[in-house]
Each structure stands twice: as structure tokens, then as C-alpha cells.
């Protein structure tokens, strides 16, 4: 049993640990600089506004602000 939850708690860690796109890195500079609107951000990565704004924010604060 401890070991089912050992591996349970290791899966739910890599499931909510987000994977993060060369595209949408760059999708993500672009809004950042202002070279996109955040509709259109949204729509070139191809996510709602919450989980775009969900990414942004988990990429922030991976990255430092650096891209």
C-alpha cells in the first residue's frame, strides 16, 4: 500500500508539473514584448484564457521573467 501511494504521489507530480512548448515559449515571448495581443497569444497556442493565463504564470515563475 505504501508504495501505491508513493507512486501515486510521484505520477500526480509529473502530471501537474506543466510541459512547456518551444512553441509556446515563443508564443509567450511575443505577448510578453507586445508583439501580440493575449486573444491572439491564446489562439496561436490553442488554449482558453484561464489556462493560458495558468501557463504564463507557471512559466514566469520557472524562467524568472528570463525569455
Known amino acids: 500500500m505504501k ?8 505520477a500526480f507530480n509529473l502530471v501537474d508539473r506543466p510541459f512547456f512548448s518551444e512553441e509556446f515559449k515563443e508564443v509567450y515571448r511575443k505577448w ?6 493575449a486573444v491572439e497569444a491564446m489562439k ?4 482558453k484564457k484561464a489556462s493560458f ?10 524562467t524568472g521573467n528570463l525569455l
Open 3 to 10: 508504495e501505491l501511494t508513493r507512486l501515486c504521489k510521484t
Open 44 to 47: 496561436e497556442a490553442g488554449v
Open 32 to 37: 510578453k514584448v507586445k508583439e501580440l495581443a
Open 53 to 62: 493565463y495558468k501557463l504564463v504564470k507557471a512559466l514566469a515563475e520557472e
